[in-house]
């Protein structure tokens, strides 16, 4: 038998603020972690994504980590019972998955057990139990709720492909009302699909928090790493920090911008992740890098460990300065950072030292950087 998955993703996402699926997450759209456990079953013959116009681009992007799988995108209803219908009506499978667009952490033992039941099952639908107290309020009060009665469902939602077209076409007008599968196939058939235990892992995102919820689910090791750099001082020049403009009339001898501080979060983010150092990637004899933005190479250092499936947890990082104080711009310079980054500013820290007239720092000759950055590793599963 042939399996079609359906991927509901037309939602407008008001809670999370911009549309879900197209949240990069590792430089890939959010959507492609939905679809990877799906594709690595092996058991799936067709995607079909019933999304946005304006988000096809995104999950075109999606489909091309994801090998040859065949994928059709079509356009997503007002409501999720809208999208579903569609997606079905190009659907060309006797089993039928239907899934969530923003639930990027289900397990592939979920998918084959679904899949397993409807071999003899016609609806295999998965839930949990709540772990907190359930009420169900009213006018006159509240009242407990057992919470061994009371379903949190989940998907992959599975169905024998008869049944949920039957579904469809009797619930007509009604289509709307539903929230999901399992209700409509209930209310409108009166047939109650087989639940099964789901995944208390199997996350939905919903709020701009679940991203780090999700991320949190896909550490795997963590690293720390650490940068140094070095400048020599001239009068006459500019001088960067963090991507800042620092009023003084010294400034960084440097083939770059001489940004020491971002060179040494750039050396320190390529030793954490082993991806070599800042002059290997960004050698001071390249035409290319001749006065360029320190925070462009920051930028492509990020790109390329996402690439290798590392994200930055934390900065820190201590700049060598004799003159002037660095502490008016320090704001600025981590709001910077996080911009490249997208680290939150409360996680990087910047601090300023003077040499008190002592060495090469003391007498304005030099200017230092040094820091300390931790960084992350998806899991494999995570990983193409």
């Given amino acids: 038998m042939k399996v079609s998955l359906i991927v509901a993703a037309a939602g407008e996402s008001r809670r999370f603020g911009e549309a879900k699926i197209t949240c990069e997450i590792l430089g890939k759209p959010l959507i492609f972690y939905t679809l990877l456990p799906f594709v690595r079953t092996g058991r799936i013959d067709e995607i079909i994504v019933a999304t946005r116009k304006e988000l096809f681009r995104d999950v075109r992007k999606a489909k091309a980590y994801l090998g040859n799988v065949p994928m059709k995108i079509v356009e997503g209803g007002c409501y999720r019972e809208q999208s579903v219908k569609r997606g079905l009506e190009k659907a060309r499978g006797d089993i039928i998955l239907v899934h969530d667009g923003a639930r990027p952490n289900t397990s592939e033992a979920l998918i084959n057990r679904i899949l397993d039941l409807l071999e003899t099952k016609e609806a295999v639908v998965p839930a949990i139990n709540p772990v907190e107290t359930t009420l169900r309020e009213s006018e006159t009060g509240v009242k407990r709720l057992p919470r061994d009665k009371v379903l949190l469902v989940q998907t992959p939602q599975g169905f024998r492909r008869e049944i949920l077209e039957k579904a469809f076409e009797m619930a007509g007008e009604r289509l709307g009302e539903f929230s999901d599968e399992s209700t409509l196939l209930a209310e409108v058939l009166g047939v109650i699909p087989d639940f099964i235990e789901g995944d208390r892992e199997n996350l939905k995102i919903t709020y701009r928090s679940d991203i780090e919820i999700f991320k949190n689910y896909m550490m795997g090791e963590v690293r720390s790493g650490f940068g140094y750099d070095l400048h020599r001082l001239e009068e006459g020049r500019k001088l960067y920090l963090g991507g800042e403009l620092i009023d003084t009339t010294y400034g960084a001898v440097a083939h770059s911008d001489g940004d020491t501080l971002l060179h040494s979060i750039i050396d320190a983010m390529l030793g954490a992740s082993g991806l070599g150092d800042i002059g290997k990637l960004f050698p001071d004899t390249s035409p290319e890098f001749k006065g360029i933005s320190s925070l462009y190479l920051l930028e492509r250092t990020n790109k390329l460990l996402e690439e290798n499936g590392f994200w930055v947890l934390n900065i820190d990082s201590t700049v060598l300065l004799e003159k002037p104080l660095i502490s008016p711009y320090i704001d600025r310079m981590k709001g910077n950072i996080s911009e490249v980054l997208g680290l939150p500013v409360e996680r990087i820290s910047i601090k300023g030292k003077r040499g008190e007239g002592?060495?090469?720092?003391?007498?304005?000759?030099?200017?230092?950087?040094?820091?300390?950055?931790?960084?992350?590793r998806a899991k494999t599963k995570y990983l193409v």
């Fill in 358 to 376: 002592i060495g090469a720092v003391g007498e304005r000759k030099a200017i230092v950087a040094m820091s300390s950055v931790m960084v992350a």
